[in-house]
């Protein structure tokens, strides 16, 4: 197995951030590198709070993760270092805006008792409905394993 250095592995995963965004695919054609290996480093570069889209292109290949990323590194900016970042990240200044607006509207919505209320119902009958259909999945398969053993045991009847 092939180890690569730190180096390697962030300059592989810098290819796959903005500006560039290419797709793990070219990636690992151009390199030889495989592409889960890849997409194990594109992980943990995430989790250690790089923002990469999930998706390589435009402003809508980033998830709701890596846009609430964008927008919290971006508040302390002023404007001329937010318009850097978002060139150097392949965005324009009104994504973040539009994405900010669209959480801020996410988080003032009022929710009422009723909405609650209804939503606690539906997840108790899907909930029912899981557990019914559990249920006779685990019984069928039990039929199923009986038959064949029975079969096994005493054999097919060939006089029918």
């Known amino acids: 197995m092939a180890r690569y250095s730190d180096e390697t592995r962030e300059r592989m995963v810098r290819k796959m951030m903005p500006p560039h965004n290419r797709s793990v695919a070219s990636i690992?054609?151009?390199?030889?590198?495989?592409a889960?290996?890849?997409?194990?480093?594109?992980?943990?570069?995430?989790?250690?709070?790089?923002?990469?889209p999930k998706k390589a292109g435009t402003a809508e290949g980033w998830d709701g993760k890596a846009r609430l990323a964008a927008i919290v590194k971006t508040a302390s900016m002023n404007e001329a270092e937010r318009s850097a970042w978002c060139r150097k990240h392949g965005l324009y200044p009104e994504h973040l805006d539009a994405w900010k607006a669209e959480f801020e509207s996410l988080a003032s919505r009022p929710v009422s008792r009723r909405e609650l209320a209804a939503e606690r119902k539906k997840r108790r009958q899907l909930e029912k409905e899981l557990r019914r259909k559990e249920k006779a999945l685990a019984e069928a398969a039990a039929l199923l394993t009986l038959s064949k053993k029975a079969r096994a045991i005493w054999g097919t009847d060939e006089e029918d």
């Open 36 to 52: 889960p290996t890849l997409y194990a480093w594109k992980r943990r570069f995430q989790e250690h709070g790089y923002v990469i």
């Open 28 to 34: 690992s054609r151009e390199t030889g590198i495989s």
